[in-house]
């Protein structure tokens, strides 16, 4: 069987049944993970089509992998290779220390113009959390990847740009900036947005959710933030109005058939997905808001070695699904961490590619196997009479479990 491209007309993803997916395995645990992961999901697809679909990976290389072998941290190869084959799937990688990339995450993120940062949250019985009803928890966030203070343009303190800058200012504004300040712009534009905020719209229309709620801190940054939360509700009146409606038109009840589309400030947001997360289902925000968020949204199923995530250009048909957590270096080839992170990207993975029946497979059988508390290290140090096992047996207990 020929492995071929994934091919994207008329905004649809064309998947053909042995498409080429290329892999980042990652730094530090990444191979431990990837292993185990990759060996998940094709056994999914296995027993799914029995051999009449079959992925055909393609290693390509960033980190510290490919500095070692090209003396470069993101190759161009790379980017190329996931512009080609269009979706793709990676472990973690490490930050290199001093100049150059300050994120590889980043920078992937930004050259291939991957705007929605895409985070399912979920709860899985049994497994550890911090909050008294974490099943409560059943969020996406859809984080903006591409401005706010991630686009890097900052300026330090002992230069003399800065200086410039903080009296040009003083002159023109009238702004008060403390001499010896670092400088940092922070862009929000209404292009960026629009296509993130569209695409959580689209998201939740097609999932069946039951509302929208933009995160922002419009009420200090005005121009920026508020204007995030503005144009959201302006898209919803302009382009969704048979379908969206917002809280202040239906006091919260939207007629049958239609969702709601909402917002919070980003500090009343963080305690009410404490107290009651049920009222939250797809999160629309700006990039640095959904870090934070993302991260402790985590938190409350378990920590981000449960959560799964994705880069998308929904626009363009690119897609790098990827492990949320960090590196753990000291852990590194001990088959000892948790690759339920990856595996869950692999799901989401699969989902977005019309594999379906697959992706609920792995999901499924994951479900099963934390019940049985046959669990890494992670979970089994905070779980009442669980096994450890390592990271590859926990893989192979994720495999038998699927029905």
């Known amino acids: 069987m020929a492995s071929e491209k994934i091919q ?27 292993r185990a992961a990759s060996r998940v999901i094709d056994h999914a697809v296995r027993l799914c089509w029995q051999g009449k679909r079959r992925i055909q990976w393609k290693e390509v290389l960033a980190g510290e992998k490919a500095y070692r072998e090209t003396a470069k941290w993101l190759p161009e190869e790379t980017l190329q290779a996931f512009r080609t084959f269009r979706v793709g799937i990676k472990g973690p990688l490490t930050t290199p220390i001093g100049g150059g990339i300050r994120s590889l995450n980043v920078a992937l993120r930004q050259q291939l113009d991957l705007y929605a940062c895409v985070r399912p949250v979920r709860y899985f019985p049994g497994v550890p959390s911090p909050v008294r009803e974490p099943q409560k928890v059943d969020m996406v966030v859809f ?28 002159e023109t504004k009238g702004w008060h900036i403390r001499p010896g300040s670092g400088i940092g712009i922070k862009p929000i534009s209404k292009f960026a947005s629009l296509r993130l905020l569209r695409s959580a719209i689209e998201y939740a229309l097609a999932h069946g959710r039951k509302s929208i709620t933009m995160v922002h801190k419009g009420n200090i940054q005005k121009f920026t933030e508020g204007a995030f939360r503005n144009w959201g509700y302006e898209l919803a009146r302009n382009e969704y109005p048979g379908s969206v409606v917002s809280w202040e038109d239906c006091k919260g009840n939207p007629p049958a058939g239609k969702i709601v589309i909402k917002d919070t400030i980003a500090d009343i947001f963080f305690q009410q997905a404490l107290t009651r997360p049920e009222e939250f289902d797809v999160i629309a925000t700006t990039n640095l808001n959904g870090d934070y968020i993302s991260d402790a949204l985590a938190a409350q199923v378990g920590g981000v070695g449960m959560a799964p995530g994705a880069n998308i250009n929904y626009q363009e048909g690119y897609a790098v699904f990827e492990a949320t957590h960090g590196t753990a270096p000291k852990y590194a080839g001990q088959d000892k961490v948790n690759p339920t992170s990856l595996i869950l990207s692999g799901a989401m993975m699969l989902e977005h590619m019309g594999w379906k029946e697959a992706s ?21 140090r905070l779980m009442p009479e669980a096994e450890e096992v390592s990271c590859s047996a926990f893989a192979d207990l994720v495999c038998a479990l699927m029905a």
């Open 360 to 380: 609920r497979k792995i999901e499924s059988a994951l479900e099963k196997a934390l019940a049985s508390r046959q669990v890494t290290y992670d979970l089994a």
């Open 143 to 170: 984080r903006e990847n591409t401005e706010d203070v991630y686009a890097g343009l900052e300026l330090e303190s002992s230069q003399e740009d800065a200086r410039a800058l903080i009296a040009y200012l003083a």
């Open 8 to 34: 994207f007309e008329n905004n649809q993803l064309l998947v053909p049944d042995n498409p080429i997916i290329p892999f980042i395995e990652g730094d530090g645990i990444g191979p431990d993970i990837w």
